[in-house]
């Protein structure tokens, strides 16, 4: 990531979008963030969003060619799937980069990869925390940067929502309808 770079951000007030918009505005991005709910687009701001897109009432893919001048970002981050893949690709700069991280909406329909040169020489990655924390010292040293991060005040550590074991049925209508914000727990 280099300073005043271009980057998307979907659902960036939640608990990965709240840590990494945060340390993304720190590296020196311009941070687009996509929300459900003008709420929502609050924390997005609180979290380093320079823009801030509620796509429950604009087309995201319309908003970041007007915010970049139809140029397109060099990343998208993307953990909805279903619903956002497609438009993700087309919000990209040539030789940009789509982060595919997880499928909230549902699971992503099978990619050609010939659209992705004729789309500009586009990038798709589908990282997995797993990989990335399979050997023991790795998984120390992303836990302690981002303690550190924490520590150092680039990142604030995202509110956590509590929810009773019992209300585990209620936590799913949450999730579902979007109303939650960042990491959830279920207590006994």
Partial sequence: MAKGDLVLFHAAAGGVGSIACQ????????????????????????????????????DFQGRVAEITDGKGVRVVYDSVGADTFAKSLDCLRARGTLVSFGEASGPIAPLNIASLGAKGSLFVTRPSIAHYTADRRDYEAAASNLFGAIEAGIVKAPNISRYRLGDAVKVHEDLEARRTQGPIILIS
Wanted: charged share 20%; glycine share 16%; aromatic share 6%.
């Fill in 23 to 58: 340390w993304l505005k720190h590296l020196g991005a311009t941070v687009i963030g996509t929300v459900g709910s003008e709420e929502k687009a609050g924390i997005a701001r609180g979290n380093g969003c320079d823009h801030t897109i509620v796509y429950t009432k604009e």
